[in-house]
């Protein structure tokens, strides 16, 4: 099973600037599980249908796991409106993971696939902190897909 993954974070500095962001995309069951659209078998459209291309195309930099929690600080310290895109797989969950434990991802775009999987791969593990999110965009496509835009509530 094959998941794609965008991250994109949005950082604010004292003055409410944003600094720089990274996105997390993620194509989900309903049941939680990575899966990815199957325009080939005709149960889906194609991921650019549902904007993913645009996603993908407002990124300056495509993150790999061979970027570290603090370059990625580093980066966004010092990144203006940059967008940071880490396009994961289930291969670099564990990596998308850790961004989450370590409080890196402030935007998480999920969207959600009307199926059921029942044994895939789930992408949030139980070890994750607890954090407090609002949901900032929400869109239906005519096929059952649901895009949901949710943000980290501002940090005090």
Known sequence: MNCT???CLA???????????????AVLSID???TELHPRKRIFRSPEDYGMEEIRDNALYKLTPDYSVSILQDWREK???TC??????AKNMEYANGLLRMNV?????LYIVPCIIGTGRHLFKSVLPETEWFLAES???DDGVMRL???RKARN
Do not use: H, P, S, W
């Not at 950082?11 to 720089?20: G, L, R, Y």
């Not at 940071?84 to 797989?89: C, D, R, S, V």
């Open 32 to 34: 939680g599980c990575l």
């Open 11 to 25: 950082i604010t500095d004292k003055k409410n600037e944003i600094m720089a962001k990274v996105q997390l995309l």
């Open 105 to 109: 991802i402030d935007e998480i775009i």
């Open 84 to 89: 940071y895109l880490l396009e994961a797989t």
């Open 79 to 81: 990144g203006g409106n």
């Open 5 to 7: 993954l965008l991250f």
């Open 139 to 141: 869109r239906r496509y």
């Open 149 to 151: 835009t949710y943000r």
